[in-house]
């Protein structure tokens, strides 16, 4: 028979740890109210689970500095042509690399992470996710010129 034995707890005087609770704050995802923001891509990747493909792109609004709750865009899988979502995924990504004088064809794994950077004004709307449902903010026009 095995005897069970209690960890310690560990509960020793913390050690001199600084933190900046505040900084945090411009990490967590905000959700904005529907309406024209002017956006930059901080980061932008792309993702594949299974045979769905999506595009990453992490979202700041350049007024406050906060990030943009915002889901991956799906552009490919075995559903794609079974309504417009991936067709309108793939034609804001290719508004987006328009806009950034990319070619709108190629290696997705090449041309999504150029798009890191780029500033545009948009319309963000809000899309409830039917899965779980939380609301997200969803990309629903991007402006080419500068005003909306």
């Given at each position: 028979?095995?005897?069970?034995?209690?960890?310690?707890?560990?509960?020793?005087?913390?050690?001199?740890?600084?933190?900046?609770?505040?900084?945090?704050?411009?990490?967590?995802?905000?959700?904005?109210?529907?309406?024209?923001?002017?956006?930059?891509?901080?980061?932008?990747?792309?993702?594949?689970?299974?045979?769905?493909?999506?595009?990453?792109?992490?979202?700041?609004?350049?007024?406050?500095?906060?990030?943009?709750?915002?889901?991956?865009?799906?552009?490919?899988?075995?559903?794609?042509?079974?309504?417009?979502?991936?067709?309108?995924?793939?034609?804001?990504?290719?508004?987006?690399?328009?806009?950034?004088?990319?070619?709108?064809?190629g290696s997705v794994g090449v041309l999504i992470p150029q798009l890191a950077?780029?500033?545009?004004?948009?319309?963000?709307?809000?899309?409830?996710d039917s899965r779980t449902g939380q609301t997200y903010n969803a990309l629903?026009?991007?402006?080419?010129?500068?005003?909306p």
């Amino acid at each position: 028979m095995k005897k069970f034995t209690r960890q310690t707890s560990g509960n020793a005087p913390t050690a001199d740890v600084n933190l900046d609770f505040g900084a945090a704050g411009a990490k967590v995802a905000r959700l904005f109210e529907p309406g024209e923001y002017r956006l930059r891509i901080d980061s932008a990747r792309m993702i594949q689970n299974n045979q769905n493909v999506s595009a990453v792109l992490n979202l700041i609004e350049m007024e406050s500095g906060n990030r943009v709750d915002a889901r991956p865009l799906w552009v490919d899988g075995p559903n794609a042509g079974a309504g417009d979502l991936a067709a309108k995924n793939q034609d804001l990504v290719a508004q987006l690399l328009s806009l950034r004088e990319l070619p709108t064809k190629g290696s997705v794994g090449v041309l999504i992470p150029q798009l890191a950077g780029l500033e545009f004004n948009a319309r963000l709307v809000l899309a409830p996710d039917s899965r779980t449902g939380q609301t997200y903010n969803a990309l629903a026009d991007i402006y080419v010129d500068d005003v909306p």
